[in-house]
């Protein structure tokens, strides 16, 4: 009695009929799929491999995929809706830095030493940038490359000085469990003075990080792949 009871309240208002052979229907019917779990974000990579390894949900084989140098995804095999579980996530935290931006002295300044890790030509232009005396910005040559700024170069001293360009800088652009990848950058000022960075390596960098975030992820997972637990793909 139930049985029927329920069958007619799902059909209810369902109409078939019959056309040259063929059956229409005036309800639409969806298929009820098996339901996928959501992936856990993470804001780490060693945040993704200690879950991983906890086997804390499931036992089965997964896949990592290296989505970009900020994302990193953990999923299973297909179900038989072609659909699959997504475990976890991992996602970078960097700090706020735009490229192709124009940035006055003081506060380039502090994002140079807040967002890129040290070496020796950001020591180059944090120097030349904290020591502008003038609002001129003076370019050299006929090239549009060379520029020369008035800044101090000693106790007393005013002079021109050149701007290193291009520039080799390591910002914070991927996870800080791996070293953040170098590359090149145009620096340029204008009068305000302001001051920009722009990147000029075609995006290399991109390839260079996912490779190492590949090569992080097996040296920390080198167990799991030898079982053939994990797969892992950039």
Known sequence: MIKEALEYLVNMGNVTHEVDGWTYSTKQLHRVEWPTAKALEVYSLS???EYVKSKFDTNEKLMIHVVSPTEVRCFSALNSDCN???YVEAKAMLPDFSFGWWYDPEEFNI???SC???NE???KMLKIVGNIKEEVVKTVGDDGVSQTVVAKTGVATVENVKVPNPVKLKPYRTFVDIAQ???EFIFRMKNGPLCALFEADGGAWKLEAMGDIQEYLENQLQQEIEEGKIVIIA
């Open 121 to 123: 030509d950001r020591n």
């Open 47 to 49: 945040g993704l491999v």
């Open 111 to 113: 994002k140079l030493q």
């Open 116 to 118: 890129f890790v040290e």
């Open 84 to 86: 699959r579980d997504h």
């Open 181 to 183: 990848p170098e590359s």
